[in-house]
């Protein structure tokens, strides 16, 4: 039941930083992609593997931008960030 409630308040937390201004998100939003795999651990381990991958599916949506200019920093390209 907790992985429940932590998968929804980390939601809103996402939600909430996404309504934020971009200078503003970074912070917010490397902790949330940093809690992501560690909930999606907890979702694997509690409700199944089925679950951890619509999780994982979830994550990779919402969090595509930050994924491409991490993936694009470990490649050694210099990726744009917005203003």
Not at 26 to 44: C, D, N, R, S
Request: aromatic share 10%; hydrophobic share 65%; proline share 7%.
């Amino acid at each position: 039941m907790i992985v429940l409630w932590l998968s929804i308040l980390w939601v809103f937390a996402s939600v909430a930083v996404a309504c934020l201004p971009m200078r503003y998100q970074y912070i917010p939003g490397v902790a949330l992609l940093i809690a992501a795999p560690v909930l999606i651990v907890a979702i694997g381990l509690h409700v199944g593997w089925i679950a951890a991958a619509l999780a994982l599916a979830a994550v990779v949506s919402m969090y595509r931008n930050p994924l491409r200019y991490f993936i694009g920093k470990l490649k050694g390209e210099d990726p744009k960030v917005p203003q």
